[in-house]
Structure formats: structure tokens, C-alpha cells
């Protein structure tokens, strides 16, 4: 089980940008593909964008062009970055394994974190 704690968020005016931490426990980046998710209120979560050991990376189509995963791995720590945002980037972000780096499939047996809210207003 991957132990996790995501960080920054808040309320940002449409337009702003997002900017995530997720700092983890022991060296998951260098062993495991980990990934950012997302959930709306009242939606199903959806995996935002992922990235391998190799630094290989993948996106949703709603976020190509305008978002960045990147991984420092001496800090054990992956960050989001994510601009242009809009009301319908509101949600609870989460990261996690991302087992699904192809088809961007949200893992159904796994431990979720408390995650990072982010919400966008005018």
C-alpha cells in the first residue's frame, strides 16, 4: 500500500493554475508508474495524468497541453502542474499508483488518500 500525502490546492479564479505535491513514502517513484487522479463532486474519479520510472509520461485529453507530472526523486515527491484551469477542473486530486499507464484506468483496489482540493471560481 502506497502511504501518501498530497498537498496545495485551494481557490483559484478560472484562467489561474494548480500546483500539487504528493510526498511519499520511501522510494515509490523509482519503483512504481504513479499517478495523479482526479474526482468531481457527484463523478467517478479519473486519472489526470501518470508517469513511469523512466520518466515517461501520460495525459488525459482534458489536461494535454496545459499540465506537467514531474517526479524529483530525492525529495520522494511528485507535483502537478496544471494551467488554464476551469470550473471544470474542480475536484479532489489524489495521487497513487497507476498501474493503467496505457488505457488511464483508475485502480479499484487501492488506498486512497485524503487528496488536495482545488477548486475553481470566479
Not at 54 to 61: D, L, M, P, V
Amino acid at each position: 500500500q502506497v502511504q501518501v500525502v498530497e498537498s496545495g490546492g485551494g481557490l483559484v479564479q478560472p484562467g489561474g493554475s494548480l500546483n500539487l505535491s504528493c510526498e511519499a513514502s520511501g522510494n515509490i517513484f523509482k519503483d512504481k508508474t504513479m499517478g495523479w487522479y482526479r474526482q468531481a463532486p457527484g463523478k467517478q474519479r479519473e486519472m489526470v495524468a501518470a508517469v513511469t520510472t523512466f520518466g515517461r509520461s501520460n495525459y488525459a485529453h482534458f489536461v494535454v497541453g496545459r499540465c506537467t507530472i514531474s517526479v524529483n526523486g530525492p525529495k520522494n515527491t511528485m507535483y502537478l502542474l496544471m494551467n488554464n484551469l476551469s470550473p471544470r477542473d474542480t475536484a479532489t486530486y489524489y495521487c497513487n499508483e497507476a498501474p493503467f499507464l496505457a488505457t488511464m484506468d483508475v485502480p479499484t483496489d487501492t488506498y486512497w488518500g485524503r487528496g488536495a482540493q482545488q477548486a475553481v471560481s470566479s
